[in-house]
């Protein structure tokens, strides 16, 4: 797959495939291609990003050459989106029942009773507490779990077979990202969903994910199954990351933590060769 803005590649022949019942990350920093690459699979680039290589594929059909009506079913219906941000994703003037009674007409047809039931037995089953009450809240009146919550139930409720989750605890304190984590878990299992996880956080990588591609300037630079990519890590970039995370022992509980120095090159900057070579302290001739 290959995603340009205008001229400019910021997507650059990335491949993966995500089965059903499998949890699948995109790892890396901010910048590195993740959210793009996750937006295409939905034609929810905005523009003026396109694909202009490799194809964006859901149950074998290309997802590019839909036409409208079927793109729409495909959102909601076929692939489920928790948004990063649900308090700017959720309609400000919305209540939380209305959104998703919408979502249980469009995609299976539930109308009155049948969907106001069906919309509160979600709400209960993404452990959103008390339904019935938030039920009629507007979004701006939840925390940011709630909201989490609320936006996870709408993603699902159309009956998906992937879920694309773009940073979804990301806004979390910890103790409310655990349970969010746990809660994804439970429904991949109960519902043999297929899920893609978009993170800057290995730590949620280890967490849940089964298998994992580390992203850096549009490209992928390493794929392996969880437990392999935390114990033998293979590219520069990977190890960096893993020292950079915060830890409650080692070398770094008492001065600054280590850091990836530099940032990662703007698309159209790309340095010749690996492109994580200017930051790298392992790099040597053969990386330019």
């Given amino acids: 797959l290959a995603v340009a803005f205008g001229g400019t590649r910021v997507v650059d022949g990335v491949s993966f495939d995500v089965e059903g019942g499998e949890i699948v990350a995109l790892a890396g920093e901010s910048g590195s291609g993740k959210t793009v690459t996750a937006l295409s699979l939905l034609g929810l680039v905005p523009a003026p990003g396109r694909v202009v290589g490799g194809t964006a594929c859901f149950e074998g059909r290309d997802v590019a ?4 009506q079927d793109l729409r079913r495909l959102r909601g219906g076929g692939i489920g989106f928790v948004f990063q941000e649900p308090g700017e994703a959720l309609d400000p003037v919305r209540t939380i029942g209305s959104e998703l009674v919408a979502v249980l007409g469009r995609h299976r047809g539930l109308r009155g009773a049948d969907a106001r039931r069906e919309a509160l037995s979600w709400l209960a089953r993404v452990a959103l507490p008390d339904p019935e009450a938030r ?3 507007l979004p701006h009146g939840m925390s940011g779990g709630m909201r989490q919550r609320a936006m996870l139930a709408l993603a699902l409720a159309g009956g998906p077979r992937l879920l694309v989750a773009d940073e979804p605890t990301s806004a979390l304190d910890v103790t409310i990202q655990a349970q969010l984590l746990d809660l994804l878990h439970r429904l991949r299992d109960e519902l043999g969903l297929a899920v893609l996880l978009v993170t800057h956080d290995l730590g949620v990588v280890a967490e849940i994910a089964d298998r994992a591609l580390v992203l850096y300037a549009g490209e992928v630079v390493e794929e392996a199954p969880v437990e392999e990519l935390l114990a033998s890590p293979a590219h520069p970039y990977t190890r960096a990351l893993l ?9 770094g509980r008492r001065g600054r933590l280590p850091a990836i120095g530099g940032a990662v090159p703007e698309p159209g900057a790309w340095p010749p060769g690996c492109r994580f070579s200017p930051r790298c302290a392992e790099a040597f001739g053969r990386c330019w």
Wanted: avoid cysteine; hydrophobic fraction near 30%.
């Fill in 243 to 251: 020292a950079a995370r915060p830890r409650g022992d080692g070398p």
């Fill in 65 to 68: 050459s839909l036409p409208a």
């Fill in 135 to 137: 039920f009629d809240d």
